[in-house]
């Protein structure tokens, strides 16, 4: 058992890296748009198929709906299309480094919406950050990324992290996987009716090869966050969450033998990912 915290942890973090990868093949012929809808397409077919095989969704209070469903609006239609946007925009190393940041945001939130104290590897792990954040934009620059669009990927990384605290209050009426069950599911509705409202129905066609990318994207994505739940169910938070939180450096391994000729990579920005993930794992595990 001690064992297998830190292999479902890191196999959690490694599966979401190769999400991001695929995300970055399939945006070469499709829009982003195209690749969130088959992401929530796929999400949902996985997590229902878990919630029979789990036995069901069962009674849970309204305000438990409420928050997975808000959970969904914001963090998997908000957080997924700008993680597909930032993506395209600035690339896939870049773009998992900043997203990676979703942490610091749900501590932020912690402390000032429930109550938790300032802690002295909060605060050196938020100035390693920073300085990995600056060293990325540099590197970003050098690589031909207008600073502007990092703005994307933090975006995102909010998004992901305000939906860490929706979730955590709707997790005290409804259980895990069928909270998440609702959550995607709500989520495809409103963006399914997006595109519909909106007349892009062309976003919701995709074939060839990145068809198959944003398909296995999202079934990596859903394993992933299943094999951190799975974590997070037999081992402590302090374990799990740091070693799942080193994605970002197996997206720079993966970029550098999958997306050669798409991705540029330079000092600056494998140095300032390592630096954000330091200060990230400081933040988690030391907390």
Same mark, same amino acid.
């Given at each position: 058992?001690?064992?297998?915290? *830190?292999?479902?942890?890191?196999?959690?973090?490694?599966?979401?890296?190769?999400?991001?990868?695929?995300?970055?093949?399939?945006?070469?012929?499709?829009?982003?748009?195209?690749?969130?809808?088959?992401? %929530?397409?796929?999400?949902?077919?996985?997590?229902?198929?878990?919630?029979?095989?789990?036995?069901?969704?069962?009674?849970?209070?309204?305000?438990?709906?409420?928050?997975?469903?808000?959970?969904?609006?914001?963090?998997?239609?908000?957080?997924?299309?700008?993680?597909?946007?930032?993506?395209?925009?600035?690339?896939?190393?870049?773009?998992?480094?900043?997203?990676?940041?979703? *942490?610091?945001?749900?501590?932020?939130?912690?402390?000032?919406?429930?109550?938790?104290?300032?802690?002295? *590897?909060?605060? &050196?792990?938020?100035?390693?950050?920073?300085?990995?954040?600056?060293? %990325?934009?540099?590197?970003?620059?050098?690589?031909?990324?207008?600073?502007?669009?990092?703005?994307?990927?933090?975006?995102?990384?909010?998004?992901?992290?305000?939906?860490?605290?929706?979730?955590?209050?709707?997790?005290?009426?409804?259980?895990?996987?069928?909270?998440?069950?609702?959550?995607?599911?709500?989520?495809?509705?409103?963006?399914?009716?997006?595109?519909?409202?909106?007349?892009?129905?062309?976003?919701?066609?995709?074939?060839?090869?990145?068809?198959?990318?944003?398909?296995?994207?999202? &079934?990596?994505?859903?394993?992933?966050?299943? %094999?951190?739940?799975?974590?997070?169910?037999?081992?402590?938070?302090?374990?799990?969450?740091? %070693?799942?939180?080193?994605? *970002?450096?197996?997206?720079? &391994?993966?970029?550098?033998?999958?997306?050669?000729?798409?991705?540029?990579?330079?000092?600056?920005?494998?140095?300032?990912?390592?630096?954000? &993930?330091?200060?990230?794992?400081?933040?988690?595990?030391?907390?």
């Amino acid at each position: 058992m001690r064992f297998s915290v *830190p292999a479902l942890a890191l196999a959690s973090a490694l599966f979401s890296a190769a999400a991001t990868i695929l995300i970055s093949r399939g945006l070469r012929r499709y829009g982003p748009y195209t690749g969130v809808w088959i992401n %929530l397409v796929v999400g949902t077919v996985c997590v229902w198929t878990a919630v029979l095989l789990t036995g069901g969704i069962g009674r849970p209070p309204p305000s438990a709906l409420a928050y997975f469903a808000l959970a969904g609006l914001i963090g998997t239609v908000g957080g997924r299309l700008l993680r597909f946007v930032s993506i395209e925009a600035v690339g896939a190393s870049i773009s998992a480094a900043l997203i990676n940041l979703h *942490p610091l945001v749900s501590m932020t939130l912690a402390i000032l919406l429930l109550g938790e104290h300032v802690t002295a *590897p909060l605060m &050196v792990g938020t100035l390693v950050i920073v300085a990995g954040t600056t060293l %990325l934009s540099v590197g970003g620059r050098a690589a031909g990324v207008r600073p502007m669009l990092l703005v994307l990927p933090l975006l995102s990384g909010v998004c992901f992290g305000i939906v860490a605290i929706l979730r955590k209050v709707g997790l005290a009426g409804m259980a895990p996987i069928p909270g998440f069950a609702i959550n995607v599911t709500a989520a495809l509705v409103a963006y399914t009716a997006f595109l519909l409202a909106s007349r892009q129905t062309d976003a919701m066609l995709c074939r060839g090869t990145s068809l198959v990318d944003f398909v296995l994207a999202g &079934v990596a994505e859903n394993v992933s966050v299943f %094999l951190l739940v799975a974590a997070l169910s037999v081992g402590a938070v302090s374990v799990a969450a740091p %070693l799942a939180s080193v994605s *970002p450096v197996f997206v720079l &391994v993966f970029s550098f033998f999958f997306l050669r000729g798409i991705e540029l990579l330079n000092r600056r920005i494998v140095a300032g990912t390592m630096l954000i &993930v330091a200060g990230i794992y400081l933040i988690t595990a030391l907390r």
